[in-house]
């Protein structure tokens, strides 16, 4: 790099325009000796974006003990907070290799460097910072001793357990250093009796930590502490104590678990607070306490807490919960619900459809069957699946009159619920025993079939093909000639589901020929899995059709028939087919590269060079990353032209595909395109090549 070069990073550096920094940062790795000194100044940059990047450079740097050293003395300055932050999250990214140097830090006279050092180990969690963290739980100062307390925690070292509990309980010991303790505890998941935890359970600050730790205790007593705590003043003792129990009854044996909680559900019968206060918070809490209420409050098993406990369902993250605790429930949650149905919300009433389907008693069963006809279509799908669940053949007929009505309703789009009923058709016929489901429910749908629409058709296509019965295969060669070009397309699909057949069958080479291109489509789908003797002359035909989804489909299958080829004429033949691809349009030559990415091998990567003339950007991406992937070093040679192409995506990925192959000769023609370069993304992509190969 040239002088002048060097001092418009410097000016740049200085420049108003925080995205102009940040580009100066990304080529900072340039001026060798220079470059340290300037990234560290930057980590006082007011732009988070540029500090960011100067801490990615600095982690990026080879010169690993000379980066630890100006760090570490950037923790000392005391005149700019967010320089000294950033320094730590850059020691915290180096790693392992700094730890020797915060070691020494951590002997510091400065209070703050001896702190942050410690907030460094505590991110790199190096379990060679262990015995030095437990020398400086006696620290003078009370934030370092804090400090090392929480790094400790995040070691994960057992060892450190009895230092901990003995800072923990020493009632000396400042508030917060012993709450830091605690909570290092923990992490750990130590376990203390209840005795040694006596002193840290009467102070308010100290109580849900405390508690935290007795959930894990096997003491008997434990479990007196944190019952009583379930009417404590504080509401977030309360919690801790909440959250605690319900950690204790996950160890205890069956029925030590009953006992505790009768005791619960006797203590909130007696007039606690407790039970209120849980579902106030349920509604404003943050996600982790509304996990632990809606558990805790589903314990208690009482029928006017199902629907607070649904609704709170309603969010996608707590559905799972709430859902377990109400199936928990059994008979209550079943009646509640029942009863309860015309005033839920329409969200409400399709997770309800969930809990109903695991109770699996007739009441539930009855509320399915009718919620079949919600006028809210979510409502429907849920009770449809719900169904699904229950495996109860007497659901059939309902299901499949549910298929002719949303086939025929023109205000929606019906394809969600449709499919769900044909899969709930499939799990309830395949779930049944013995075969008069099956027959049963062919005979429902074949005599559908007259009166249906397209989109019902499709779905009892969809149907009738997996089942076993004679009548569906006979309703299955009609659908072959169905007028509707979708109908065709799944009753042919549906041949790819059976067994690999060992010829075409008749309806196959009808579809072969098929009007519609979707369902010529289907038909190489189905010669994928062939193992007839004609395959390959049936998809060298589809190659050959007019429609060029046709083709890429043709020439996906045949990638496919030379996976399982293992060798000789059959797999020459597909190599030469897919050759022949590369020569086509877009789309098509495009299946022929990915095709010859997946089988792989030096001659999948010479036949793609060929592809390296084409003019499409995601046709050469696709050949840059098989020639990437299985290139020898002719084949990455003829790579080097690219990394000036016009096209600024190939440029990234030839450039990207070198380096990651550690072709040297790939430096100088790099070298001479960054000159040039003015697409920030590439220039990136380029500083990145260039410090790969030349390290």
Same mark, same amino acid.
């Given at each position: 790099m040239d002088l002048r070069e060097r001092d418009v990073i410097r000016e740049d550096l200085r420049s108003?325009?925080?995205?102009?920094?940040?580009?100066?940062?990304?080529?900072?790795a340039a001026l060798d000796s220079e470059a340290l000194e300037l990234l560290v100044a930057r980590l006082g940059d007011p732009s988070w974006r540029v500090r960011k990047a100067a801490?990615?450079?600095?982690?990026?740097?080879?010169?690993?003990?000379?980066?630890?050293?100006v760090l570490v003395a950037a923790l000392s300055d005391g005149d700019d907070p967010g320089r000294r932050n950033a320094a730590v999250e850059a020691l915290v990214g180096c790693g392992a290799t700094v730890v020797p140097r915060l070691l020494e830090a951590s002997k510091s006279g400065d209070v703050d460097v001896r702190k942050l050092a410690v907030d460094a180990l505590a991110g790199i969690r190096d379990v060679r910072a262990v015995a030095r963290l437990l020398e400086m739980l006696g620290d003078p100062d009370p934030n370092v001793r804090g400090a090392a307390a929480d790094a400790l925690g995040t070691t994960g070292h057992v060892a450190s357990v009895p230092a901990l509990a003995a800072l923990a309980t020493r009632d000396a010991e400042q508030p917060l250093v012993r709450l830091s303790a605690l909570r290092a505890l923990v992490q750990l998941d130590a376990v203390l009796d209840a005795a040694a935890l006596d002193s840290a359970c009467g102070d308010p600050l100290l109580r849900p930590a405390a508690f935290a730790l007795l959930g894990r205790s096997e003491d008997a007593a434990a479990a007196e502490v944190l019952l009583k705590g379930l009417g404590g003043a504080s509401r977030s003792a309360r919690e801790a104590a909440i959250e605690a129990l319900l950690r204790s009854l996950a160890r205890a044996e069956p029925s030590g678990a009953e006992r505790l909680v009768e005791r619960v559900r006797e203590l909130v019968a007696a007039g606690s607070r407790v039970e209120q206060d849980a579902l106030e918070r349920l509604a404003e809490g943050e996600l982790s306490l509304q996990l632990v209420l809606i558990q805790f409050l589903g314990l208690l098993g009482r029928r006017e807490l199902v629907?607070?406990?649904?609704?709170? &369902?309603?969010?996608? !993250?707590?559905?799972?919960? $709430?859902?377990?605790? *109400?199936? +928990?429930?059994? @008979?209550?949650?079943?009646?509640?619900?029942?009863?309860?149905?015309? &005033?839920?919300?329409? !969200?409400?009433?399709?997770? $309800?459809?969930?809990? *109903?389907? +695991?109770?699996? @008693?007739?009441r539930a069963h009855r509320r399915l069957l009718q919620a079949l006809?919600?006028?809210?279509?979510?409502?429907?799908? $849920?009770?449809?699946?719900?169904l699904a669940g229950v495996g109860s053949a007497e659901a059939l007929p309902a299901l499949v009159r549910r298929l002719a009505a949303a086939g025929g309703d023109p205000e929606w789009d019906a394809d969600g619920e449709l499919e769900a009923i044909g899969s709930t058709l499939l799990a309830i016929a395949s779930g049944a025993r013995g075969a008069s489901a099956t027959a049963a429910l062919s005979d429902l749908l074949v005599a559908r079939l007259p009166s249906a629409g397209e989109e019902e058709r499709v779905q009892i296509a969809r149907v009738l093909a997996r089942l076993e019965a004679p009548e569906a295969r006979v309703s299955m060669d009609l659908l072959l000639a169905d007028p509707s070009p979708?109908?065709?397309?799944?009753?042919?699909?549906?041949?790819?589901?059976?067994?690999?057949?060992?010829?075409?069958?008749?309806?196959?080479?009808?579809?072969?020929?098929?009007?519609?291109a979707l369902v010529r489509i289907a038909a190489a789908g189905v010669l994928a899995r062939s193992d007839a003797p004609t395959v390959l002359d049936d998809l060298a035909c589809l190659a050959r059709d007019e429609d060029a989804r046709v083709r890429a489909a043709a020439v996906r299958a045949v990638a496919a028939r030379a996976a399982e080829a293992a060798g000789g004429a059959v797999r020459e033949r597909c190599f030469a087919l897919l050759g022949a691809a590369?020569?086509?349009?877009?789309?098509?030559?495009?299946?022929?590269v990915e095709g010859l990415a997946g089988l792989g091998g030096g001659e999948s990567a010479r036949r793609t060079l060929v592809a390296l003339e084409r003019g499409d950007a995601e046709i050469l991406r696709a050949a840059l990353r098989c020639i990437g992937l299985h290139g020898d070093a002719e084949c990455l040679e003829r790579i080097l032209p690219l990394v000036s192409h016009r096209e600024w995506s190939v440029r990234a990925e030839a450039t990207q595909v070198l380096a990651e192959r550690g072709v040297a000769r790939a430096i100088p023609p790099i070298l001479r395109r960054l000159e040039t370069e003015q697409?920030?993304?590439?220039?990136?992509?380029?500083l990145r090549a260039l410090a790969r190969l030349e390290g």
């Amino acid at each position: 790099m040239d002088l002048r070069e060097r001092d418009v990073i410097r000016e740049d550096l200085r420049s108003p325009d925080e995205e102009v920094r940040r580009l100066a940062v990304e080529r900072l790795a340039a001026l060798d000796s220079e470059a340290l000194e300037l990234l560290v100044a930057r980590l006082g940059d007011p732009s988070w974006r540029v500090r960011k990047a100067a801490v990615a450079r600095l982690v990026a740097s080879p010169r690993s003990e000379l980066v630890a050293e100006v760090l570490v003395a950037a923790l000392s300055d005391g005149d700019d907070p967010g320089r000294r932050n950033a320094a730590v999250e850059a020691l915290v990214g180096c790693g392992a290799t700094v730890v020797p140097r915060l070691l020494e830090a951590s002997k510091s006279g400065d209070v703050d460097v001896r702190k942050l050092a410690v907030d460094a180990l505590a991110g790199i969690r190096d379990v060679r910072a262990v015995a030095r963290l437990l020398e400086m739980l006696g620290d003078p100062d009370p934030n370092v001793r804090g400090a090392a307390a929480d790094a400790l925690g995040t070691t994960g070292h057992v060892a450190s357990v009895p230092a901990l509990a003995a800072l923990a309980t020493r009632d000396a010991e400042q508030p917060l250093v012993r709450l830091s303790a605690l909570r290092a505890l923990v992490q750990l998941d130590a376990v203390l009796d209840a005795a040694a935890l006596d002193s840290a359970c009467g102070d308010p600050l100290l109580r849900p930590a405390a508690f935290a730790l007795l959930g894990r205790s096997e003491d008997a007593a434990a479990a007196e502490v944190l019952l009583k705590g379930l009417g404590g003043a504080s509401r977030s003792a309360r919690e801790a104590a909440i959250e605690a129990l319900l950690r204790s009854l996950a160890r205890a044996e069956p029925s030590g678990a009953e006992r505790l909680v009768e005791r619960v559900r006797e203590l909130v019968a007696a007039g606690s607070r407790v039970e209120q206060d849980a579902l106030e918070r349920l509604a404003e809490g943050e996600l982790s306490l509304q996990l632990v209420l809606i558990q805790f409050l589903g314990l208690l098993g009482r029928r006017e807490l199902v629907v607070p406990i649904l609704l709170a &369902g309603r969010d996608e !993250a707590l559905a799972e919960v $709430a859902t377990g605790a *109400l199936e +928990a429930m059994g @008979g209550a949650a079943e009646e509640t619900l029942d009863e309860a149905w015309p &005033g839920l919300p329409v !969200a409400a009433r399709a997770l $309800a459809c969930r809990v *109903l389907a +695991a109770s699996r @008693g007739p009441r539930a069963h009855r509320r399915l069957l009718q919620a079949l006809d919600d006028p809210d279509p979510e409502c429907r799908v $849920a009770a449809v699946r719900a169904l699904a669940g229950v495996g109860s053949a007497e659901a059939l007929p309902a299901l499949v009159r549910r298929l002719a009505a949303a086939g025929g309703d023109p205000e929606w789009d019906a394809d969600g619920e449709l499919e769900a009923i044909g899969s709930t058709l499939l799990a309830i016929a395949s779930g049944a025993r013995g075969a008069s489901a099956t027959a049963a429910l062919s005979d429902l749908l074949v005599a559908r079939l007259p009166s249906a629409g397209e989109e019902e058709r499709v779905q009892i296509a969809r149907v009738l093909a997996r089942l076993e019965a004679p009548e569906a295969r006979v309703s299955m060669d009609l659908l072959l000639a169905d007028p509707s070009p979708a109908v065709r397309r799944t009753a042919v699909e549906a041949l790819a589901r059976e067994p690999a057949p060992a010829g075409a069958p008749e309806s196959l080479r009808i579809a072969l020929a098929d009007e519609s291109a979707l369902v010529r489509i289907a038909a190489a789908g189905v010669l994928a899995r062939s193992d007839a003797p004609t395959v390959l002359d049936d998809l060298a035909c589809l190659a050959r059709d007019e429609d060029a989804r046709v083709r890429a489909a043709a020439v996906r299958a045949v990638a496919a028939r030379a996976a399982e080829a293992a060798g000789g004429a059959v797999r020459e033949r597909c190599f030469a087919l897919l050759g022949a691809a590369l020569e086509d349009e877009g789309a098509v030559a495009l299946a022929a590269v990915e095709g010859l990415a997946g089988l792989g091998g030096g001659e999948s990567a010479r036949r793609t060079l060929v592809a390296l003339e084409r003019g499409d950007a995601e046709i050469l991406r696709a050949a840059l990353r098989c020639i990437g992937l299985h290139g020898d070093a002719e084949c990455l040679e003829r790579i080097l032209p690219l990394v000036s192409h016009r096209e600024w995506s190939v440029r990234a990925e030839a450039t990207q595909v070198l380096a990651e192959r550690g072709v040297a000769r790939a430096i100088p023609p790099i070298l001479r395109r960054l000159e040039t370069e003015q697409d920030d993304f590439v220039r990136s992509v380029i500083l990145r090549a260039l410090a790969r190969l030349e390290g």
